[in-house]
């Protein structure tokens, strides 16, 4: 073989090379980030008030009394553990996304499984504010889920695991923990 085939081989490789790279290997700036996006701005768990969260038949109704702490409506009126339904709402407020699809990117909403959601949360702020949260299918890595929160129309990639903690709130209500008892002392018979 020439050295001059070569050279020409070597360079048509090198631009099939660049060319795959530009045009699909290459993040598109439109969709990828190098900062997380918090979900909901502005609001904190301190501000919600109330809350139903959603799925399929299943769901639980919550509300918050200034002096009882977090009480259960749905499925039983009851108190509840304060604790739980706290980092429930904080994984949700606090929420981040990896990445953000704008809405020039989205076709059909069907297509991320939010026109029928997994999970619905409806969120009622001090303010009189109301917020809901759709959380649609699993992405294809099976890593994170699709998410759209009230009339934005992006959608939002979150992680699994905060999807988790939320279905294990429906799975195992947050009921109050059950007191451990106290410790009495007995007399020890020799």
């Not at 008030?49 to 749905?74: H, M, P, V």
Request: zero cysteines.
């Amino acid at each position: 073989m020439r050295w001059r085939t070569t050279i020409i081989l070597i360079i048509l490789a090198l631009a099939l090379g660049l060319f795959v790279y530009f045009t699909e290997l290459r993040p598109s700036p439109s969709t990828t980030t190098t900062e997380s996006i918090t979900v909901l701005q502005n609001v904190h768990v301190d501000d919600v008030t109330e809350f139903r969260l959603q799925r399929d038949q299943q769901a639980l109704e919550a509300y918050f009394s200034d002096d009882k702490g977090w009480i259960l409506r749905y499925p039983v009126h009851s108190p509840a553990d304060s604790d739980r339904i706290r980092q429930a709402l904080g994984f949700l407020v606090y929420a981040h996304a990896s990445r953000v699809l704008p809405p020039h990117e989205i076709s059909n909403l069907a297509d991320y499984g939010l026109v029928t959601p997994a999970l619905e949360w409806q969120l009622h702020l001090r303010s009189g504010r109301r917020i809901l949260i759709l959380v649609g299918d699993q992405t294809p890595q099976k890593m994170y889920y699709y998410l759209k929160k009230g009339d934005d129309e992006s959608v939002y990639i979150v992680a699994t695991n905060l999807v988790e903690v939320w279905n294990q709130l429906l799975d195992v209500p947050p009921y109050p923990p059950t007191p451990t008892p106290a410790v009495t002392a007995t007399a020890v018979q020799q």
